[in-house]
């Protein structure tokens, strides 16, 4: 599913359930010994899909660990993202030589709860929000401006090792082409090795999910 919201140099790996049996490296299972089942089926399930779509490149199996603010940990050469939600787990890779940068983000497509969207989201989005069609529009448009801010902060992190808030993006969706444009609004850290301004991104709504990504060029 989330293969049709990325190019076609991007190799992806979803899955909607946690398959029995996947086996960890002992490093990423040192790292969740202790947490909770959810946890631990999560982190597994999500390193399974990022294997399959590691191994779609060429690549041998390898452990991912997060990194700087919980990033993953890729092969050298490689980009790529991960993300879960209930019921649904992907993992996003591609050679640096194709893409600077990939960020994606899954959700579960129902309303944010009570306080979330003034949290986030600023003056003109919410602005922007209210001109958005109603119901029975596939996307939930609160909780689908949350998944890009997340996919714009995952796309951010890998470029700039620098935070990114949410008020620090002005994001805004297209539902007639099912894409969104954010606009940065902070100066590109010194990190970068070049000026970033905006991110354009594409998202669908499908299984009770709302799904957003980001495939950056450079």
């Given at each position: 599913m989330i293969d049709e919201i990325l190019p076609d140099k991007v190799r992806s790996s979803e899955a909607f359930?946690?398959?029995?049996?996947?086996?960890?490296?002992?490093?990423?299972?040192?790292?969740?010994?202790?947490?909770?089942?959810?946890?631990?089926?999560?982190?597994?399930t999500v390193r399974h899909c990022a294997r399959e779509a590691l191994a779609a490149l060429g690549l041998p199996p390898s452990p991912?660990?997060?990194?700087?603010?919980?990033?993953?940990g890729w092969p050298d050469g490689i980009v790529g993202s991960m993300t879960h939600c209930a019921g649904y787990r992907a993992a996003v890779v591609a050679h640096h030589t194709d893409l600077a940068s990939i960020g994606i983000d899954a959700e579960p497509n129902a309303p944010l709860p009570e306080g979330v969207?003034?949290?986030?989201?600023?003056?003109?989005?919410?602005d922007r929000l209210r001109r958005l069609?109603?119901?029975?529009?596939?996307a939930n448009w609160d909780r689908l401006l949350f998944s890009a801010k997340e996919s714009v902060y995952k796309t951010w992190f890998p470029l700039t090792r620098a935070w990114l808030d949410f008020e620090d993006a002005s994001i805004e969706l297209h539902p007639a082409t099912a894409t969104f444009h954010a606009r940065l609004l902070v100066d590109t850290p010194a990190t970068a090795d070049r000026p970033l301004r905006e991110f354009h991104g594409r998202w669908l709504a499908n299984r009770d999910l709302v799904i957003t990504a980001i495939a950056y060029p450079g």
């Open positions: 359930h946690d398959p029995a049996g996947v086996m960890l490296f002992p490093e990423e299972a040192a790292l969740i010994s202790k947490a909770v089942a959810k946890r631990r089926h999560e982190f597994t991912i660990l997060p990194g700087e603010r919980g990033a993953p969207l003034d949290a986030i989201a600023r003056p003109e989005e919410k069609p109603g119901s029975p529009h596939p």
